[in-house]
């Protein structure tokens, strides 16, 4: 059996959970942006996590707690590859950690993997039935059950957390009271933060830097400015700011829109919203069509800005850009409100036509 398809974080859970619920043997492979995670279940029971972060990796997080040394991993690493045995596996022949000891790392790698993997917004999945091998793998004793839970309060706890940092092109700075840092019992994630804050990268570039969830440095960031070692900085208006600079701000509230929209009609079209959603892309002007080409919801907030931006100033002359920017999202969600009162009826269409003039009164 065969699913696949895109999610939001709701939908990517209740497919793990039908997953285990069912009984199923076979691989669920997941990506957002550039992360991927492999689950691998079987009869229903998870038995391995993989993630392409590095610091998701088991041997990193061995080192990161001081359970082995480097060169000891990279020793058990030569080995490994050379035996063709697990990682952990090579750890207890070489007497290196117990296996009690490295089965509670594994059960944290794999509780911490899943539960980021429940806070992406979006993405793609594939899961495939496959008989797995097990020999020599030591399984993780995970509670799925526990898991959405905790994904659950965790999403609550961003919506929150976001209030803070609306925007991933945030810069902070160090304040005056950051040599009171020392006296303040800050963890690993939020030094590590503080000192990657202090380069002056933006929110983004930090959380992808740090090699740590998004959740974490979210909430590294928030204690950071509520004990107020950080503030934000003051956004410089310059001569040589870039068309993707300037044009921001409307993509951003467009796209805002569209989420709206998205997550009215979602309920009553399933996964057929995309479909429409696709469907109603104007294409009047060859230029509507160009700067919508590449443009897809689930995509993050960045990559959407970028290639829309990209389009925009490739194919349009600099005084018309603004006005055809605008123009073309006018259209796209005309046509979206067109289609939308069979589906969700007339009241509903009538609440987000009120949504949406609030946000385009910020134009």
Not at 141 to 150: P, T
Not at 257 to 262: E, F, G, H, P, Q
Not at 353 to 362: D, Q, S, T, V, Y
Request: proline residues 3%; negative net charge.
């Amino acid at each position: 059996m065969t699913i696949e398809g895109d999610f939001n974080t709701l939908f990517l859970a209740d497919i793990l959970q039908l997953l285990c619920n069912h009984g199923k043997t076979g691989v669920l492979k997941a990506s957002h942006a550039e992360h991927e995670v492999k689950t691998f279940i079987k009869a229903g029971n998870i038995i391995c996590v993989m993630g392409s972060k590095e610091s998701t990796r088991l041997g990193n997080i061995l080192t990161s707690n001081n359970a082995i040394t480097q060169d000891q991993l990279e020793t058990c690493l030569e080995i490994a590859g050379r035996k063709m045995k697990p990682l952990g596996k090579i750890l207890i022949e070489e007497k290196l950690i117990t296996e009690k000891t490295l089965t509670q790392f594994i059960d944290r790698q794999a509780e911490d993997i899943i539960l980021d993997m429940l806070l992406w917004e979006a993405g793609n999945f594939i899961y495939n039935d496959y008989d797995l091998d097990i020999k020599d793998l030591i399984i993780p004793r995970l509670n799925i059950m526990k898991i959405l839970m905790q994904a659950t309060r965790r999403i609550d706890e961003m919506s929150v957390l976001v209030k803070q940092i609306s925007d991933e092109r945030m810069r902070f700075k160090l304040s005056a009271r950051t040599e009171e840092k020392d006296a303040l019992k800050l963890d690993d994630i939020e030094r590590k933060v503080l000192e990657l804050i202090d380069d002056g990268r933006t929110v983004r570039e930090v959380i992808d830097t740090s090699g740590e969830d998004e959740f974490h440095c979210y909430k590294a960031y928030y204690s950071l400015i509520s004990s107020g070692l950080i503030v934000r900085r003051k956004r410089e208006v310059a001569p040589f700011e870039t068309e993707e600079d300037r044009y921001y701000p409307i993509i951003k509230i467009y796209l805002d829109i569209l989420n709206t929209v998205y997550e009215q009609a979602r309920p009553a079209l399933g996964r057929q919203v995309v479909d429409v959603f696709d469907a109603c892309k104007p294409e009047r002007h060859p230029w509507q069509k160009t700067l919508l080409k590449d443009f897809n919801l689930h995509n993050p907030l960045a990559t959407n800005v970028q290639n829309i931006s990209e389009a925009l100033m490739s194919t349009i002359e600099p005084e018309k850009q603004h006005a055809r920017l605008i123009d073309t999202f006018n259209t796209f969600i005309a046509n979206i409100l067109e289609k939308l009162p069979g589906f969700i009826g007339q009241t509903a269409t009538q609440v987000l036509f009120k949504k949406i003039e609030a946000r385009l009164a910020k134009l």
